[in-house]
């Protein structure tokens, strides 16, 4: 399967702890995204690298996300001291030049 | 303030009855269009891009267009595997990454 892999599928936690969700893109893609998804809604913009660079974070997301893509190519995640309101689907997408961006399956997040 | 409203929130058909989902749009110039598909619990599939105003783009039962204000996607003689949620974004003119997302239309189609 040559498409984007996000792990894990599910993740369930207790409100405080961290969490660390990964994403293989496309080989071939230069492009990464991070987004959020809940229930009823669109995605929602979180981040975004290009190689390895991170050019722009939401001002919406708050400093206990993180997100790293070392050398280019996968991408991690990471949620500290979480909060039932993180709570959410998060998904991962990638692309080429031509801005098309193929998705994930996301990381379903559930905080209790 | 650049936004995307799609209409109706939800639809329902029955097998073989073509309709129209709709995507308005206000964005300070429009870099392209996209419309997706999402599966409950999936995350979402490209469908179309659309980058200027008359264009059309068809994938089996479906074709996107495009005006200077909106899009249509529209399902000819839908089949019950065409259920699922039908996703609309725009690429801004200043964005060389950003999407606008609206909030989907869910569409049912009953056998």
Redesign the interface.
């Known amino acids: 399967d040559t498409g984007?892999s996000?792990n894990p599928r599910h993740k369930i936690t207790k409100r405080g702890q961290n969490v660390t969700f990964r994403c293989d893109p496309i080989s071939e893609h230069n492009?990464l995204?991070w987004y959020r998804q809940t229930l009823?809604?669109?995605?929602?913009?979180l981040t975004?690298f290009?190689n390895e660079a991170q050019?722009?974070k939401s001002r919406l997301l708050s400093d206990r996300f993180s997100a790293e893509r070392p050398k280019g190519s996968f991408s991690t995640l990471e949620i500290q001291r979480t909060e039932q309101g993180d709570s959410a689907m998060y998904?991962c997408?990638s692309s080429s030049k031509t801005?098309?961006?193929?998705?994930?399956?996301?990381t379903?997040l559930t905080v209790v | 303030e650049d936004q995307?409203t799609q209409s109706p929130e939800a639809l329902r058909l029955q097998e073989g009855e073509s309709s129209s989902l709709n995507c308005s749009y206000t964005v300070s110039g429009l870099?392209?269009l996209?419309w997706?598909r999402q599966d409950p619990?999936?995350?979402?599939?490209?469908l179309f891009?659309l980058y200027s105003a008359g264009e059309e783009k068809e994938k089996e039962r479906l074709k996107a267009t495009l005006t200077k204000k909106e899009s249509f996607l529209h399902i000819t003689a839908p089949k019950p595997e065409d259920s699922a949620t039908y996703?609309c974004?725009v690429?801004e003119g200043g964005s060389n990454?950003?999407?606008i997302?609206?909030?989907?239309t869910k569409l049912i189609i009953k056998p």
């Open positions: 984007v996000q492009r995204y009823g809604q669109g995605p929602e913009f975004y290009q050019l722009e998904l997408a801005a098309e961006a193929f998705f994930g399956q996301g379903r | 995307v870099r392209g996209f997706y619990g999936k995350g979402p599939e490209f891009t996703l974004a690429q990454y950003q999407l997302w609206g909030a989907g």
